[in-house]
């Protein structure tokens, strides 16, 4: 018997070209973000009514902006009790805000039963 100097690598070539295609076919459905489809047309279709989330701003100063309008807490509550449940929240507030003010509108939001809340961030070095 002759010993085995070589590896055989034809198995894993043939398991990343497997894998690869399953990426490849995969991908297209990433980067749309979704299933294509042709949808049927209806003579009283009428517009999806998606939610924009409401943006609550805090400037380092601590100052109070509700979708780029300048607010105060008394102005707040009574917007946010106007707004639906599911109505999606994004707080930006800058990170040399006095946390008091971070405090102040999640229990707010909280009175207006608000859950939908995201807070916006940015990546480490961005």
Do not use: W, Y
Request: hydrophobic residues 50%; aromatic residues 4%.
């Amino acid at each position: 018997m002759k010993p085995m100097s070589t590896m055989n690598v034809i198995p894993f070539i043939d398991i990343m070209l497997v894998l690869l295609a399953i990426v490849l076919t995969t991908a297209t459905f990433v980067a749309q973000g979704k299933i294509p489809v042709t949808l049927p047309k209806a003579s009283e279709a009428q517009p999806l009514q998606l939610h924009q989330p409401v943006e609550l701003t805090v400037s380092d100063a601590g100052r109070l902006f509700i979708d780029g309008q300048e607010a105060t807490l008394d102005s707040l509550t009574q917007r946010l009790a106007q707004l639906h449940k599911d109505t999606p929240m994004l707080l930006r507030i800058d990170e040399k805000a006095q946390f008091r003010h971070f405090v102040a509108i999640i229990d707010l939001l909280k009175a207006a039963q608000l859950k939908n809340v995201s807070i916006a961030t940015k990546a480490p070095g961005g």
